[in-house]
């Protein structure tokens, strides 16, 4: 039958009513919620705080309704090192993730532009259906950009450039911003059509870009160039520093080299086979430095690069679908924390079947900075997020192994840990993947 028959929905009703249990577990629901009444207690009783491998953290970053998530994690994974060459308490760093962004959207919209002025066909059909556009100046990204704009630009303390009230929540600039430069790619897509010269197109380009940093200034704030940098060490010793750039701050202070970073992932899907190195279409911030590039592995690869990189003080950046299983008033993520199967009936899709389906995707940014191990194996993981200390435990969850084997996807880590076959797919040649794909 093509149609649902109202015979049909009669019979769902008999055998729904038939059984008294669903009836109990209808008003549980209603009344209680969902996740509250599949929560599974075991689950939360098992959520130790505790880890055997632990980076010690202070500064808890907020980014608020911001969707920066990959670029406090970056912040979150170097604060240490810098905190530690300029011999000041940690919870006196502030880094302005306001200046990052800043760039990070001037160069967006300049990688919008030359994908425009580089691509042969510019019909509308195309770029829909390679989603060109779709998100070509949003406020989300990769660990590539994070790197692109800090080996560019630098970084400076907060005071210098510090949040402002549409930086603390971008949805209305990100909506104006991209209206803005979609207007532009209009404007460029004509003159390809009139065959205008690719000089001329770029000179109005420059005339864009000037528009586009003129209005970040005005929304963000006007990013410095110099600035005096003072601060107590943690012998109480004043410190200045004068006329010092973004660049000089970055150069002198932050001793990790973030080149020598790779991303590894595990992403099981039908159209990226494992032992592989894949790239993504079109998307950058900085041209040419700043592709989406990671290795296809297992996931036990992850863990065990991961579990090296904390085993030497540094935290991992990694990415990962976290929606699915998270309870983030108590600060855990774990893949059986809610019970559905018992309660609803409902079977859970594999990782595989999730990322065939899009059921999944790359949806949050954060850091490891410990671990707890038994038996030589990971048993649970400590994360780092950044929505502040007044959430989860005390900005913190806690990650039951079975949520990485499920929901991580992604780990950046030091090409020192890798062995000699990731190494080898690191030189292999990209197979390149679509803008839309989950990842």
Sequence with gaps: MKHISLEQINNFKNMYDKNPTNKIIENAITHNGIQSVCLNEDVVKKAKNVFNIEIPTYRIYDQTGSARCWCYAGINMIKNDISNNLNI?????????NYIIFFDKLEKSNNT???IISLDNVNYDFLNKENILTNCVDEGGWFEWFVAIVNKYGIVPSIEMPETINSKDSTILTMIFTEKVKKDVI????????????DNIRKE???MLQENYVILCKVLGEPPTQFNFEYKDKENNYIRIDNLTPIEFKNR?????LDDFVAVCHVPMYNKPLNNRYRKKYLQNVIDKSYVNFINVPIEDLKELAIKQLRDGTPVWFASEVKKMRDKERGILDSNLYDYKSVLGIEPLTKEESLNLSDIVLQHAMVFTGVNIKDNKPERWKVEDSYGDKVHKNGFYIMNDNFF???????????KYLN???LELLEKDPIWFDVNDPL
């Design 89 to 97: 308490n940690p919870k006196e760093l502030d880094l302005s993730i």
């Design 113 to 115: 532009y030359e994908n």
């Design 187 to 198: 404007k460029l897509i004509e003159m390809k059509q009139k065959n205008i010269s690719v």
């Design 205 to 207: 380009k420059t005339k």
């Design 253 to 257: 202070f932050l001793n990790i080299n």
């Design 405 to 415: 084997s499920d929901f991580v996807m992604e780990v950046i880590v030091h090409k």
């Design 420 to 422: 000699k076959n990731q």
